[in-house]
């Protein structure tokens, strides 16, 4: 863990000099891929020793998987070997460390590099592979036409903003940041002679990574003073258990939850921060004239703590990831999106138990609140106290449920997962199997979706 922090602050460092000495301006795109990639490698070494050696296999074993497979099955061969080598590793994890391994262990870069991977196969795929007219809008944006070069590939992959928490990022972003058009694409978006301006603003991003690095400092000081104070294994222990009303046992559940954050808030914001210092991460300008530095960013906490809706929640949390499950199994899965999306996640997070029970209560949650939503929402717009009303509940009920489903996440174990379940008497998975059953949701199919996506296609052409 100290191996990790002093990475990133270093990291930190390298990117500010890497932004200011190593700029489109005055270097050229191999010196800027070659910098990125070397200390990237560097990085990955010095965090993880010998273990880096799964992650450079990885990048030459789908490097050629690239290279020699036909364009139709690029994205499905890149995909198998990717998630297959992950989950080799995930195996070898159980059985060397037996649930003590570490956060911070190689896994979270390969888990990186594997949503990497097949993003860029997918999106190959799309350029090469498939007709625009079978593509989704954001399918067709993110295309790519032509294989990158081994520079340009392991650039995007090792690259030390990203090699040690991400986030992933769209490979043509990458190389639009990389060959200084990155900002200039987003600032084109708006008409600047209306705003004044005789020529395009130079936007920096150093008020966004300090305004990062003081959410990075106070999420700090809360995992040191709260998380290990309200540990999760708490909530089953029997003393507890036998003393606490049930209410009384959801309420501290919500606690414990809330003081397991403060290290997720810490190491994505500390990522999101690293990549702006380097001049990555421009979103383009919002209603009100400011400069947006979100593009790679990994949470919104405000809509995290005020989600009214389990879907709104899982938006918000994990952002890149969220995206990369849509891009890869969402827009392309036949049938049953939204079960088979939570368990790729699963099997994309480790093979313990937990994450299992997390992500099948997730998929009854999710279609049950979108049940819900879809039948009921509609009779409490009427009037402002009714929509007060309904959305006081809807997020009391949304963070009751999230923190219901992710204390597996966290337990990773069966004993005490079934001990925890037990003890609220599956209420959440009760609750939810009724309301499908009392308000069913169908599945969307592909062929829904496609005709959905052609309809948005002719009104872009025809615009």
Request: charged share 15%.
């Amino acid at each position: 863990q100290i191996n990790f922090v002093a990475c990133q602050l270093f990291a930190l460092l390298a990117a500010f000099w890497f932004r200011i000495y190593l700029s489109p301006s005055h270097a050229s795109s191999a010196v800027r891929h070659a910098f990125a990639t070397l200390f990237g490698i560097y990085f990955a070494v010095f965090c993880f020793g010998w273990y880096s050696i799964h992650l450079f296999v990885l990048v030459m074993m789908n490097y050629g998987i690239m290279n020699m497979a036909s364009i139709p099955n690029i994205h499905r061969y890149s995909f198998v070997v990717a998630m297959g080598y992950l989950t080799l590793c995930h195996i070898s994890r159980i059985y060397i460390f037996h649930y003590g391994i570490l956060t911070t262990d190689f896994s979270g870069p390969l888990m990186i590099i594997t949503q990497k991977i097949t993003t860029l196969a997918c999106q190959l795929h799309d350029g090469i592979g498939r007709q625009a007219e079978e593509l989704t809008a954001e399918q067709n944006r993110l295309a790519v036409k032509s294989k990158p070069s081994l520079l340009e590939y392991l650039s995007y992959l090792l690259n030390f903003m990203s090699i040690i928490a991400g986030p992933c990022s769209n490979y043509k972003d990458y190389i639009a940041f990389i060959e200084g058009r990155h900002v200039h694409m987003k600032l084109l978006e708006v008409n600047w002679k209306q705003k004044g301006y005789d020529r395009l603003p130079d936007p920096s991003p150093t008020g966004a990574v300090m305004y990062k690095l003081c959410i990075t400092l106070v999420s700090l000081i809360l995992f040191l003073t709260l998380t290990k104070n309200f540990p999760m294994a708490y909530i089953i222990d029997n003393e507890f258990l036998d003393k606490t009303p049930f209410l009384s046992r959801l309420g501290y559940l919500y606690v414990v939850t809330q003081a397991a954050k403060p290290k997720y808030y810490f190491a994505w914001t500390l990522a999101d921060a690293v990549n702006n210092a380097a001049g990555y991460g421009f979103s383009g300008v919002d209603e009100k004239g400011t400069f947006r530095w979100d593009l790679l960013s990994n949470l919104n906490i405000w809509n995290i703590e005020t989600a009214t809706s389990f879907k709104m929640y899982i938006e918000n949390w994990n952002i890149q990831t969220a995206a990369w499950l849509k891009r890869v199994c969402y827009d392309r899965a036949p049938w049953y999106p939204t079960a088979l999306t939570f368990i790729l996640s699963a099997l994309w997070h480790g093979i313990y138990p937990g994450y299992y029970f997390t992500f099948l209560t997730g998929i009854l949650i999710t279609l049950a609140a979108r049940a819900i939503r879809n039948n009921c929402r509609q009779y409490f717009l009427s009037s402002v106290p009714l929509k007060i009303a309904y959305d006081v509940v809807t997020w009391a009920v949304t963070q009751l449920a999230v923190c219901y489903t992710v204390a597996p996440f966290v337990m990773l174990a069966v004993e005490p997962t079934i001990k925890f379940y037990k003890s609220v008497y599956f209420h959440m998975h009760i609750l939810s199997i009724l309301v499908l059953l009392l308000l069913p949701v169908r599945p969307q199919t592909h062929s829904v979706r496609r005709a959905q996506n052609q309809a948005m296609l002719n009104s872009i052409k025809n615009k």
